[in-house]
């Protein structure tokens, strides 16, 4: 069944039919959010939030574009309210994020300089202004064409090209001096 067709029969009373829906773009809501916070446990919460607000919200979907950019942007906005919802990390947390260290082969050491410069990739794009952040996050991590990225953020192909060529140097620039 198309989506289209999915959703007028969602509409209509036939709510089983979202689960389709789900199945179809939870990876990619997940990896969205997960852009965002990081976390698994996390972005399993939110992913689940955003289908919850699509449901709860899916009358208003005027179909003026696909329901995966509406569905984006959902996953988006809801990501960026948990950012700005969620208090600084104290110390403790950090230092305790820092203990969990992942069992591989590698020594204490070498696990430990590689969980660093994962948290400091991620810091620094947090530390991204929002719009650089949001189309970094979309092409990279989703890997969505630029023509996509421009439909889920309503800017232009060439605005979301300038966004990802400032996204890198501002990273580039802070992983090079932190």
């Known amino acids: 069944m198309e989506e289209a067709e999915s959703i007028k029969s969602i509409l209509a009373g036939h709510t089983a039919e979202f689960t389709h829906l789900v199945k ?9 959010v997960m852009g965002f916070v990081h976390q698994k446990e996390d972005a399993e919460d939110i992913t689940q939030e955003v289908f919850v607000k699509a449901f709860q ?75 650089q952040r949001m189309a970094f996050i979309l092409s990279r991590y989703e890997e969505l064409p630029q023509r996509d990225v421009a439909l889920i953020m309503e800017i232009s192909e060439g605005a979301v090209e300038q966004l990802l060529l400032r996204a890198r140097d501002n990273l580039k620039k802070t992983l090079q001096h932190p």
């Open 24 to 32: 179809a773009y939870e990876t990619s809501v997940f990896h969205i």
């Open 57 to 131: 919200s899916l009358d208003r979907f005027a179909g003026r574009s696909s329901f995966s950019t509406w569905l984006y942007r959902i996953a988006i906005h809801t990501s960026l309210n948990e950012l700005k919802r969620r208090k600084r990390r104290t110390l403790w947390s950090m230092a305790a994020d820092m203990l969990q260290l992942p069992s591989t082969n590698k020594n204490p050491e070498q696990a430990l300089t590689e969980k660093t410069e994962q948290d400091e990739i991620r810091k620094a794009i947090d530390r991204l202004p929002e719009k």
